[in-house]
């Protein structure tokens, strides 16, 4: 007879080793990308900070940006970005078809530099 966790106790979940990082469930693409554009709206005090961009082809982009501690730490305020500022974002792009998405991990919002992650970029 096969026995059960009894109830109360979490069996732990091990996945291979060899599995690759999407498959264990990281939601974005590995490699960098950069988005150019102009904001739209700013929802960075939100419970999950995200800015609203819209490109040069007119895609609109969710752009999910650090903790609100982390961004207040860089001076990432919402006075400091403004609908209608040119913005440059680089970050991992969304693994989803067709869901215009980004993790950033640098910000260029109006010619100042906010480095959402320390050493991301080299």
């Known amino acids: 007879m096969t026995r059960l966790p009894e109830p109360g106790i979490i069996a732990p979940r091990f ?3 060899g599995l690759p990082r999407y498959a ?8 960098l990308m950069e988005l150019t554009g102009t904001v739209t709206d700013n929802n960075s005090t ?3 900070p ?5 490109d ?7 752009v999910e940006l650090a903790s609100r501690a982390r961004n207040a730490a860089i ?3 919402p006075a400091a970005v403004m609908p209608g500022d040119p913005v440059r974002v680089i970050g ?3 693994r989803r078809f067709g869901e215009q998405r980004i993790k ?3 910000l260029t919002i109006a010619g100042r530099a906010y480095p959402l992650i320390d050493g991301a970029l080299g």
Not at 24 to 31: C, I, T, Y
Not at 56 to 62: I, L, Q
């Open 15 to 17: 996945l291979p080793a």
């Open 24 to 31: 264990r469930g990281d939601e974005f693409k590995p490699h």
């Open 46 to 48: 939100g419970s999950d």
């Open 50 to 54: 995200v800015l609203c961009v819209s």
């Open 56 to 62: 040069a082809e007119g895609r609109n982009w969710t």
């Open 75 to 77: 001076g990432l305020t």
């Open 92 to 94: 991992h792009r969304t």
């Open 104 to 106: 950033a991990v640098h």
